[in-house]
């Protein structure tokens, strides 16, 4: 069985309500692939845990206590996503990255670890403790663009990419809360490992499928 990482953004899961109708259509996804595949899925903070953060920062909040604030709503959303699989998911949520772990479940759940650490870089960790060679991050963008399509209307959307210039794109600096395709601090260590790194916008799940189907898919693939 074929072990894959998701990154899964906590914006999906929780935009501005528990998206229950995406997470049925989530389980029934990923559940066509259960033969031959085992998904190991970290759950972001995402939206909701960016307006926690944001509050704190107002009354004082240091960069700890914020990240902090994010891996609670992570660890929150990964067992709303636990939940969704059911009989299919390990019994425990991943909160240590750093140790290997063995189970026939199809769906192993993982959230937040510690501060400075992103959903990303805990699932770039694990991906190393467990030779694990792919992390596909799901995310509400359809690619990776060259520069900020939100600022930049000319921005030009790139469907592959090696780490050099990826990272290039998105700088080094890790803030809490920080909306990138992929964190700076993961891109550094996923470089170093050799990972393949899949970008897909999860409101599109037959993206996601056209992957696992090895087809061509709407995406952005950094190696």
């Known amino acids: 069985m074929q072990k894959v990482i998701i990154s899964l953004g906590g914006s999906l899961v929780y935009p501005n309500k528990i998206a229950i109708g995406f997470l049925k259509k989530f389980k029934h ?3 066509k692939y259960f033969a031959d595949y085992q998904f190991i899925i970290f759950v972001g903070g995402g939206k909701v845990c960016r307006i926690y953060q944001s509050a704190l920062l107002d009354f004082g909040a240091d960069a700890e206590n ?3 604030m994010g891996i609670k709503i992570s660890r929150l959303n990964a067992e709303i996503v636990k ?5 299919n998911s390990f019994s425990e949520i991943i909160t240590d990255p750093n140790k290997k772990i063995q189970t026939e479940k199809n769906v192993v759940l993982g959230a937040g670890f510690k501060p400075c650490n992103s959903t990303d870089y805990v699932a770039t960790l694990f991906a190393k403790e467990n030779n694990i060679d ?3 991050n799901l995310t509400n963008i359809d690619f990776v663009y060259d520069k900020d399509p939100s600022k930049f209307p000319n921005a030009k959307a790139i469907e592959k990419i090696n780490w050099k210039d990826f990272r290039e794109i998105i700088g080094n600096k890790w803030t809490p809360g920080l909306s990138s395709p992929f964190d700076p601090i993961a891109s550094k260590l996923a470089e170093e490992l050799k990972l393949k790194v899949v970008i897909i916008n999860g409101k599109h799940l037959k993206r996601l499928e056209d992957f696992l189907n090895n087809k061509k898919f709407i995406g952005t693939i950094i190696e």
């Open 134 to 136: 792919t992390i596909i």
């Open 66 to 68: 914020r990240d902090w």
């Open 83 to 87: 939940q969704v699989f059911m009989e």
């Open 29 to 31: 996804c990923l559940s």
